[in-house]
């Protein structure tokens, strides 16, 4: 991670092959909450509501563009609109710019109807951060793919899947969080959700490989939320890449995950219907 900007274009030329747009989608550029973000429209006759998707890219990589396929499948499977934030990314913008960012937007979109909050790998991070910081209405729930939730790196999947990931190179951690926390703490319940005082969280689902690196995140920040209350449930896959779900069409699991992470977004909405809004 020595050249973020070669990361960059990295990340964009693999969404421009690997990752086409389905059949259909339709986007526009807005901005909401100062924050520029791509708009997903959602499918004709869909329900009230969207899923604010938040990219990953390591904190550093990454753009509304190169994750719009996979935020436009998942919102299809869910009968929503998307809306992907370009926020602030690192090191140029450290922590917590890109948190401020996210929040930002959901604080924007919250008065329009339900929102369902999503991201994979940091972006996954990045929505339960702001899931945690959220005040007014409370997101229906939140979809993570690989979340990267505990920048002090304890989980023990950092050395166990070491040489099992075939993404993530565990020796680049640390670089990676210091990267983006610019001189933070790593435990900071911001940066580090896994940390922050949950308060009867919305429902949640997360995936996770069990030979990836963050494997442990996810599993440890389910049993955190159930801890203050929440209902979190996280699947478990086999040996799959980091974000499998982003190489959907080509990898049939990819579209079975998105596909149960589009219903159990479609019942989050439905579930909130009628009950209690705020906290």
């Given at each position: 991670m020595a050249d973020p900007a070669q990361a960059?274009?990295?990340f964009g030329h693999?969404?421009?092959?690997?990752?086409?747009?389905?059949?259909?989608a339709r986007y526009r550029r807005d901005v909401l909450g100062g924050v520029p973000v791509l708009r997903v429209a959602g499918p004709p006759g869909g329900a009230r509501g969207v899923v604010l998707y938040v990219h990953g890219g390591a904190f550093v990589a990454g753009a509304a563009d190169t994750h719009r396929a996979l935020a436009a499948r998942l919102a299809a499977g869910?009968?929503?609109?998307?809306v992907i934030p370009d926020y602030r990314l690192a090191p140029e913008h450290p922590f917590p710019a890109a948190l401020e960012d996210v929040v930002a937007v959901l604080h924007a979109l919250s008065a329009d109807g339900p929102v369902v909050l999503?991201?994979?790998?940091?972006?996954?991070?990045?929505?339960?951060?702001?899931?945690?910081?959220a005040t007014g209405p409370v997101p229906a729930?939140?979809?993570?793919?690989?979340?990267?939730v505990d920048l002090t790196l304890s989980g023990a999947s950092w050395r166990e899947n070491a040489a099992r990931d075939a993404l993530l190179p565990a020796a680049r951690g640390d670089e990676v969080a210091a990267l983006y926390l610019g001189g933070a703490r790593a435990d900071d319940p911001r940066a580090s959700p896994?940390?922050?005082?949950?308060?009867?969280?919305?429902?949640?689902?997360?995936?996770?490989a069990r030979t990836e690196v963050l494997r442990d995140d996810a599993v440890r920040m389910?049993?955190?939320?159930?801890?203050?209350?929440g209902r979190a449930e996280v699947r478990l896959a086999g040996d799959l890449p980091h974000v499998w779900p982003w190489l959907c069409p080509w990898?049939?699991?990819?579209?079975?995950?998105?596909?149960?992470?589009?219903?159990f977004a479609a019942a989050c909405v439905q579930e909130l219907r009628g009950a209690p809004t705020s906290r």
């Open positions: 960059r274009r990295a693999a969404a421009r092959w690997g990752a086409p747009d389905p059949r259909g869910a009968g929503l609109a998307a999503a991201g994979d790998s940091a972006g996954g991070g990045l929505a339960l951060s702001a899931l945690a910081q729930g939140l979809v993570a793919f690989s979340p990267f896994l940390f922050a005082r949950w308060q009867a969280p919305p429902p949640v689902l997360m995936f996770a389910a049993r955190v939320l159930r801890a203050a209350g990898l049939p699991e990819a579209c079975a995950t998105l596909a149960e992470a589009g219903a």
